[in-house]
Every structure is written in structure tokens, then in C-alpha cells.
Antibody, heavy 119, light 110 residues
Framework: EVQLVESGGGLIQPGRSLRLSCAVS????????MGWVRQAPGEGLEWVSV???????YYTDSVQGRFTISRDSSSNTLYFQMNSLKVEDTAVYYC?????????????WGRGTLVTVSS | QSALTQPASVSGSPGQSITISCTGT?????????VSWYQQYFGKAPKLIIF???KRPSGISYRFSGSKSGKTASLTISGLQADDEADYYC??????????FGGGTKLTVL
């Protein structure tokens, strides 16, 4: 059974850093593409970042250069390093898995972790 | 990258059918059959209900179907039920290897 469990969210001041983790079971983080999707309070879903099985990483423009997605096969965990946080980064961050083949959307999702950026 | 365009809200009565549109560009919806749809209840994680424009994951009701014409994809829900009331989002892969979601559509079952 596939399970994704996010952790690391919380209240953080603008300009500070935070690292999110997504513990994966049921598949290898190296075999499937995985991403982070966020949802600001009362707003819609926003794709933020993806890492493909080949290692390529991509980001939405608003976080490019500030956020870094990575994975660790030894712990089977996906990470999201968020630096220079802004108030507008406040959202629930979901870890999502996309499969091993063609881009098939995001098949499995975690429950999300809330990041609140505020002074 | 701009969000895909969805209607903010749709409504229908139990038993009826509704369709939600999702309009993109030649860089996303118009260029690939990699459109997916998600159902989200308030306070819950999204759930994949359609992928590759028309395919349903295991366990998803046949009442959910997808289609695409040019730069516009559509989700149709037939035989509306009370528990279909939720937010629905489309999503597409793009030519830059990134992804883009629609703004979301709130479905109300009257």
C-alpha cells in the first residue's frame, strides 16, 4: 500500500528557512516522479515542484531559486528545502506521487502539512 | 505559467449530468493527452479521478468521464449524487516539464 506522510510544517518568520519531509512507503522515491503541491487558505491547488525519476527538478516561477526538492533513497524520503520564505508561501503543502511511466498526474497524496509564514 | 481556466462553480440536481471545462494553451492541454482531474473535499487531500484525459484509476466510478478537444478538456459527472459535492481541479503536464492546475470548480448538488 502506498503511503505518503508529510512533516516539518509550522509557524515561521519571513526570511527564515524550513525543510519539509515526506516519508514514503509502498514504492521507491527513485523510481517514480514526485512533487509538491500547495494550497493557500481558501484558495486552489498550485503546483510547486517536481523531481523526475531521472533526477531532473523543476519549480514554479515564484519559488525558483528559493526552494529545492530532493530525495533520499536510503530513507525513502522526499524533501523540500524552503529558504527566504515569504508571507505568500503560507499554505498547506502536499507531497504527491506520480508513477513510474508517462506523466499521469499525481496518483497518491499525503495529508499535507501547514506552513504559516508570519511575523 | 498561467493557471488553466475553469468555471468557478457549477450546479446540478441529483441524477442529472454536469460538465466542467478546463481551458489551457498549446503549451499544455493542447499539446499533450496528459490531463488529469482531482476531487477535493473541504479539509482533505485531493483525489485523482481521471488521468490521461479519459482514464479512470481503479475504484473510481464510471459516472466520472473525461474528454478533450483542442486546448479544452472536460470532466463529466453523470447521475449526480449528493456526495459528488466537492471542488474539482484539472491539471496538465506542460512543454517545460512542469505542471499546471486549473483554478478549481465548486460543484453544488441542489
Amino acid at each position: 500500500e502506498v503511503q505518503l506522510v508529510e512533516s516539518g510544517g509550522g509557524l515561521i518568520q519571513p526570511g527564515r528557512s524550513l525543510r519539509l519531509s515526506c516519508a514514503v512507503s509502498g514504492f521507491s522515491v527513485r523510481s517514480n516522479y514526485m512533487g509538491w503541491v500547495r494550497q493557500a487558505p481558501g484558495e486552489g491547488l498550485e503546483w510547486v515542484s517536481v523531481i523526475y525519476s531521472g533526477g531532473g527538478t523543476y519549480y514554479t516561477d515564484s519559488v525558483q531559486g528559493r526552494f529545492t526538492i530532493s530525495r533520499d533513497s536510503s530513507s525513502n524520503t522526499l524533501y523540500f528545502q524552503m529558504n527566504s520564505l515569504k508571507v505568500e508561501d503560507t499554505a498547506v503543502y502536499y507531497c504527491a506521487e506520480g508513477g513510474a511511466g508517462e506523466p499521469s498526474g499525481f496518483q497518491h497524496w499525503g495529508r499535507g502539512t501547514l506552513v504559516t509564514v508570519s511575523s | 505559467q498561467s493557471a488553466l481556466t475553469q468555471p468557478a462553480s457549477v450546479s446540478g440536481s441529483p441524477g442529472q449530468s454536469i460538465t466542467i471545462s478546463c481551458t489551457g494553451t498549446s503549451s499544455d492541454v493542447g499539446n499533450y493527452n496528459y490531463v488529469s482531474w482531482y476531487q477535493q473535499y473541504f479539509g482533505k487531500a485531493p483525489k485523482l479521478i481521471i488521468f490521461h484525459v479519459t482514464k479512470r484509476p481503479s475504484g473510481i466510478s464510471y459516472r466520472f468521464s473525461g474528454s478533450k478537444s483542442g486546448k479544452t478538456a472536460s470532466l463529466t459527472i453523470s447521475g449526480l449524487q449528493a456526495d459528488d459535492e466537492a471542488d474539482y481541479y484539472c491539471c496538465s503536464y506542460t512543454i517545460t516539464n512542469k505542471w499546471v492546475f486549473g483554478g478549481g470548480t465548486k460543484l453544488t448538488v441542489l
